[in-house]
């Protein structure tokens, strides 16, 4: 049960409090598929008008199912999952200012990513629970084959791959529009587990990012690409391409055929 639930001012109401007691209950169901969550936040918001910060509680690792007392009448839940870093609930004092919310992928994790999730609420409805469900806005790019079609034996030695022009920041409620105002390049490299010759291999190695549905790349706001750098011979070659618009939570199958150190293709 949520019974730090505090008012908009961000003082925890102390227990005795008759308000306290009077506030109506409804259940807060979390659908989150297998993700972990280390931690929630739940704020709650009029549901109509100014749709100010009624009240905002915080749990770590819940369950399914989450018990909230409803300050009064009809709210809007805003569910914030995983966050690496204290929420700042002053800031926050109209549902337009969550909106805003951003997070940084530098404080993401593949593990257990930031989630978000909202929905209506109201104590003693005729169901008297709600569903919200939580979805990340971690992006995967999977590295599921590469093949190799070159003749003379030559191999692909060494292969590693790695993702450039990473959005660096998305904001946390968002659906879609998602244009990056920063990127990222110093991404980590996956190194392939062996060198890619006559057989197909299939490395199945998933690549985190955030989400960039920008159409097509331009001055300023390029789009996330995917780079295989190998060896051909004691050359250093790359393979590079742009990925295709991805909203939140996608995921993207990334295919790789060589043919020669100077052509190749992606398929997505």
Do not use: H
């Not at 930031?114 to 005729?126: F, K, P, Q, T, Y």
């Not at 990340?136 to 790019?141: A, E, G, I, Q, T």
């Amino acid at each position: 049960m949520l019974d730090d639930l505090q008012d908009r001012s961000g003082t925890q109401e102390p227990q005795q409090e008759p308000q306290q007691e009077r506030r109506d209950s409804t259940v807060l169901y979390l659908s989150v598929g297998e993700t972990d969550i280390d931690n929630i936040y739940v704020l709650l918001y009029e549901a109509d008008g100014v749709r100010e910060l009624e009240a905002v509680a915080r749990e770590e690792k819940p369950g399914e199912v989450l018990e909230l007392r409803i300050p009064s009448g009809r709210m809007r839940a805003v569910a914030i999952a995983n966050l690496r870093r204290k929420l700042n609930t002053g800031a926050l004092l109209k549902y337009e200012s969550v909106e805003l919310l951003s997070v940084d992928f530098a404080d993401d994790s593949a593990q257990t990513p930031v989630m978000s999730g909202e929905c209506e609420v109201e104590a003693l409805s005729d169901t008297a629970y709600a569903e919200v469900n939580l979805t990340p806005l971690m992006c995967r790019v999977r590295l599921g084959a590469v093949t190799n079609n070159m003749d003379g034996y030559r191999r692909l030695e060494d292969p590693r791959v790695w993702l450039t022009d990473i959005n660096a920041s998305a904001e946390v409620m968002r659906t879609s529009g998602f244009r990056p105002i920063e990127t990222l390049q110093d991404t980590t490299v996956y190194n392939l587990p062996c060198d890619v010759g006559f057989y197909t291999q299939y490395p199945m190695i998933d690549l985190p990012c955030y989400p960039n549905d920008t159409p097509e790349s331009t001055l300023g706001v390029p789009r996330t690409g995917i780079t295989l750098e190998c060896e051909i011979k004691g050359q250093t070659v790359r393979f590079s391409s742009d990925l295709p618009p991805m909203e939140r939570a996608a995921v993207i199958s990334a295919n790789l055929t060589v043919d020669s150190a100077e052509e190749y293709y992606w398929e997505f």
